[in-house]
C-alpha cells in the first residue's frame, strides 16, 4: 500500500530517450564531466552535449541540473558523489521530483536498476583497478539495467577492447584522460565516447 501511494506521489515527466542519449555520444565523444561550481560555466560554454555532474549537494544540485540543462545540454548526475544523498531509493525519487537530471552515474548496480525503473538514463561506472576488477565486471554481463558503461582509468586500450567485445552497450573511457592522444586512443580501442574533467580537450 505504501509502495502504491509512493508511485504516485512521483511527478510523471517525460523520461529522456536513450536513442538521443546513443546520438549525443556519436556525435559529440567527449564528455564534459564537471567536478566544481567554479569549472560549471566554461563547461556550459564547450562544445559537449553531455555533462557528467560530479560535484553538488541536496540543496544545489537542483540548480546544477537546471543550469545544465538551460543550456542545452543533457545532465547526468554522479550519484555517488552528491553530498546528502544517500545510496538509497529515495535518492532517486529526489532526483526524478526535485530536479531535471536526464540520468544518473553510480558504481552501485541496485541503484543504476532502480534508477532505470524510474525512467533515468544509467551509466554504470567500474574502476578496473586489476585483473580481479576485469573478471568481476565480465560477471556482471550483460547489463540490462544499464544503458552505458563507464570505465576507469580510461587510458587502458587494451581493457577498453575487452569490455567491447563482450558488452553490447557503448563503453566510454574515464579518468585519467591527458591530452587528445588518450582521447585517440580511447575511441580507436572501441570506446564510444570519453569522459573528462580538462575542459581543454573538449
Known sequence: MIKAMKSILIKKRSAPRVDEF?????????????R???KLEECLARGSGIVFILFGDILTIPGIVAR???SGKMALVHLDLIEGLAAKEVALDFLWEETAADGILSTKANLIRCGKSRGFLTVERFFMLDSQALLNVQRQFPLE????????????????????QITKKPVIAGGLI?????????LAAGAAAVSTSNLNLL
Open 145 to 164: 539495467h544499464a544503458d552505458a558503461v563507464e570505465i576507469l582509468p580510461g587510458v587502458m586500450a587494451k581493457v577498453i577492447r575487452q569490455i567491447v
Open 22 to 34: 546513443y546520438a549525443l555520444l556519436r556525435e559529440t565523444p567527449v564528455i564534459s564531466a564537471v
Open 36 to 38: 566544481s561550481e567554479d
Open 68 to 70: 545544465i540543462k538551460n
Open 178 to 186: 591527458a591530452d587528445k592522444e588518450d582521447i585517440h586512443n580511447a
